[in-house]
């Protein structure tokens, strides 16, 4: 049996299924296959207040041009001590409580499996959330199979889901141990955006040291970035400077490198 047919045949055997949609490309490409095979599914999404706006508004869009049931959690993060605080064990309580979320309206809605867009080339260490997945029950059919980004990726391009680049949490923006403010994820959010609108790639502003911004991105762009410096620091920022080296993964473990 190829993985394909056997994702088919796992999907088939965890209906009803609700996919936990976080507007991503990995989610999105489970959601459309799903649909594409039949299977009885809805989706589920979480507006957290550290989603990118782009995030949620393409998960509406998805399910809409799917015809599919979305539902949408409202659950604002910043009134969790630890997620607030920025703690070290923010990122595994923000995912616990927005897939409890997710699991408690499943069920209210007769789904009996929650899936994710877990694929087999993420790292574990470097996601801690995924710990949660394991503890609620919640299964990742791509990672099952042994499909790793790649994979779901053709799969995208097959079903005619767009490939988005990256994202993460904003809170993943700021150093550990500084807290997470409005202001702060406000600011990151409207830098993002009009930067997405000039620089193709992965972009990330990370924010500290009192709104004091640092961008990265592709170096080879580097002189449009400079470019576009006063604009992003009229937004609000005490002071903006350009990461050498581009874009670093890691979340917020990347201000340690």
């Not at 799917?66 to 920025?86: S, Y």
């Not at 209210?108 to 470097?126: I, K, S």
Request: hydrophobic share 40%.
């Amino acid at each position: 049996m190829t993985r394909a047919r056997g994702l088919d045949a796992l999907l088939k055997s965890y209906e009803p299924v609700a996919v936990a949609l976080s507007g991503g490309t990995d989610s999105s490409v489970l959601l459309a296959l799903a649909r594409h095979h039949g299977i009885q599914v809805i989706a589920i999404s979480v507006d957290t207040g550290l989603t990118p706006p782009g995030e949620l508004a393409a998960a509406r869009k998805l399910s809409e041009r799917l015809g599919l049931p979305h539902v949408v959690i409202p659950l604002d993060m910043l009134d969790i001590p630890a997620v607030r605080e920025n703690r070290p064990d923010r990122c595994y309580v923000c995912k616990r409580a927005m897939m409890e979320a997710i699991v408690a309206e499943a069920r209210r809605q007769g789904c009996r499996t929650v899936v994710d867009g877990t694929h087999a080339d993420d790292r574990p260490a470097a996601r801690p959330g995924m710990r949660v997945l394991s503890e609620l029950g919640i299964k990742s059919p791509f990672a099952e199979c042994g499909m790793g980004k790649a994979d779901v990726e053709a799969l995208a391009r097959e079903l005619g889901v767009p490939v988005r680049p990256p994202s993460a949490c904003l809170a993943t923006r700021i150093p550990t141990g500084e807290a997470v403010t409005r202001e702060c994820l406000a600011l990151v959010a409207a830098a993002e955006a009009l930067l997405a609108r000039e620089i193709p790639g992965t972009i990330r502003v990370r924010c500290s040291g009192g709104c004091r911004a640092s961008i990265e991105a592709d170096p080879a762009y580097r002189r449009r970035l400079e470019e576009l410096l006063g604009a992003v620091k009229v937004l609000g920022f005490a002071d903006v400077t350009i990461a050498s080296g581009g874009y670093r993964e890691g979340g917020a473990d990347s201000w340690k490198r």
